[in-house]
């Protein structure tokens, strides 16, 4: 099979030759492998560079199965958080290379900044997501309008197309055009999670009308940057991610969920799988106490891609004629394991969650930038040569 073929049979839950594996990777550890510092990784005059260090590291390692997203790259700038630059940015982002609060070789780190008020939730509810950030651009005097976001849209679209086409001379599928978040992980990252809990129980019919308010917007934003590129913009595979990441079992009990989180996230899945996009449902924290309602996404819909928190083994219980799930080597494995432990670990859920079809190998979120080359390659390495079903 080709990569496209077996990445595709994952996702349908059709028999594939051997499981895919497609490393969930930035820039982060193609410079570090390079002997370079984490923060070039964030350094705007270094994305080209950045992503010539992930293609030298496929060519060295002899090649994976998909990129989760080209480099990065995303089609146009259709996460409308970056409108919140005319109130300090999305939250404490502190980069390295940036920040003196943090190294140069340490991954970014998020500080809790409030950005949203509770007077704001009426603003959005009357104006609508996207009529709210326009008027909070306006009253910052900002310099970012529509207009002004058209030469940066041309740009992002025009390095994703060539990211894009970078990946098909290699016969790589790229799985993700549009990278954004949930409705409710926009709120809590605006107001702070702290916040953002209190509101869920001070004020939850304001909470709930402003989630309402917002997620047609996201959800009609997506499916225009997916557009941009055409329609099959992703070499055969049309996907967008969604992170998600505060609104698990970890965070909230069920009863906040099926009011404040799932109903958002079912909703934009539906619509984009009606325009015939694959969602990745990058589920950062743990997950598996949400695991159950999956199953209301239509079949063949969605990849449940798990950063190895939430129990990947029960996922394909409960997912293995549903959905595709993608993940989960641990970070710390990456970073401080043994190749023996590596082999073993991948092997365990080839054996397990890749059984009969519907598993890609990949990382437990992104790939550390502190990870063991050696450990790298094996992941790599097992996924190719290790194929008990055939």
Not at 32 to 43: F, L, S
Not at 59 to 65: A, M, Y
Not at 90 to 118: H, K
Request: glycine content about 8%; proline content about 7%; charged content about 25%.
């Amino acid at each position: 099979m080709t990569s496209e073929e077996r990445i595709l049979a994952a996702i349908n839950l059709e028999p594939y030759d051997h499981v895919p594996v497609a490393p969930h990777i930035n820039a982060e550890y193609p410079f570090r492998h390079k002997g370079r510092i984490t923060a070039d990784a964030y350094n705007p005059e270094l994305i080209e560079e950045g992503f010539q260090a992930t293609l030298d590291l496929f060519e060295e390692v002899g090649g994976w199965d998909g990129a989760t997203l080209a480099g990065h790259a995303v089609p146009v700038a259709s996460d409308s958080l970056s409108f919140f630059r005319g109130r300090g940015g999305l939250g404490g982002y502190r980069y390295p290379g940036r920040s003196t609060m943090i190294s140069n070789d340490s991954s970014p780190q998020y500080e809790e900044t409030p950005l949203l008020s509770v007077e704001d939730y009426d603003d959005i509810i009357s104006l609508g997501w996207r009529g709210f950030l326009q008027k909070t651009t306006e009253d910052a005097d900002a310099v970012i309008s529509p207009e002004s976001m058209l030469p940066i849209a041309k740009v992002l679209t025009d390095r994703y197309n060539r990211f894009v086409e970078e990946w098909r001379r290699r016969g790589v599928p790229v799985m993700g055009g549009d990278l954004l978040i949930d409705p409710q992980m926009a709120l809590s990252l605006l107001r702070t999670l702290p916040q953002f809990t209190l509101d869920l129980y001070r004020r939850p019919d304001k909470v709930q009308a402003a989630l309402d308010a917002m997620v047609d917007d996201i959800t009609e934003d997506a499916i225009t940057a997916m557009r941009v590129s055409g329609p099959r913009p992703a070499n055969g595979i049309p996907g967008i991610m969604v992170a998600c990441e505060r609104g698990s079992g970890q965070y909230y009990n069920l009863k906040l969920f099926e009011r404040f989180v799932w109903p958002y996230i079912k909703k934009m899945v539906l619509a984009w799988a009606a325009e015939g996009y694959v969602t990745t449902l990058h589920f950062d924290t743990d997950w598996t106490l949400n695991l159950p309602y999956l199953l209301e996404l239509p079949p063949k819909s969605c990849i449940c891609e798990l950063d190895s928190t939430t129990d990947i083994f029960k996922a394909k219980e409960i997912l293995k004629d549903h959905m595709c799930i993608m993940g989960d080597v641990p970070p710390a494995l990456s970073s401080h394991g043994t190749p023996e432990e590596m082999e073993a670990y991948c092997k365990k859920l080839i054996d397990i969650v890749g059984k009969d079809t519907g598993f890609i190998l990949s990382n437990g979120c992104a790939v550390p930038p502190d990870t063991k080359d050696e450990n790298f390659k094996m992941m790599i390495d097992t996924a190719r040569n290790y194929y008990p079903y055939r």
